[in-house]
């Protein structure tokens, strides 16, 4: 495999498992209650607060939108369908990074903070390689449009 068939590869790979992982939280989130007291779902929780089914909905919404980007041609419609899946994967990074810098989970438990650290990690290191995905596709935001 060359090596830009393998960077694409693993860029697709990026966006298909955070939509995996944004769709079955948002189904997790429909199903029960006990969901939103996840680290990376409590946030986005308190910024749609009380309204659970919403908040599920968004998640699958993101997800589908992501879904049917991967699904399109290159070009900026293309990354605009992953930019609310990238919004919701910063959001969760930066509530695994508050639990983090505090110590604490968001649904108040206290560990420490390397504990939290080692748990949380793969959303903060996730989110990133998102943001890397989606800037890279085609040589960047800078490439020539071709759309």
Not at 1 to 27: D, P, Y
Not at 99 to 124: M, S
């Amino acid at each position: 495999m060359c090596a830009s068939r393998r960077k694409e590869f693993w860029r697709l790979n990026i966006i298909w498992w955070s939509t995996v992982l944004h769709a079955t939280w948002g189904i997790l989130v429909l199903f029960s209650p006990d969901a939103l007291g996840a680290t990376p779902v409590a946030l986005l929780d308190l910024l749609v607060p009380g309204d659970r089914v919403a908040l599920g909905v968004m998640f699958l919404a993101v997800a589908g939108a992501a879904l049917f980007g991967l699904w399109s041609r290159p070009g900026k419609m293309r990354q605009l369908m992953f930019l609310p899946q990238q919004v919701f994967l910063l959001t969760a990074a930066i509530g695994c990074a508050s639990a983090i810098a505090r110590g604490q989970y968001l649904d108040g438990t206290v560990r420490p903070p390397l504990f939290i650290l080692a748990d949380q990690l793969p959303i903060i290191l996730l989110a990133i390689a998102y943001v890397v995905s989606v800037l890279t596709e085609n040589g960047g935001p800078h490439a020539s449009a071709s759309d």
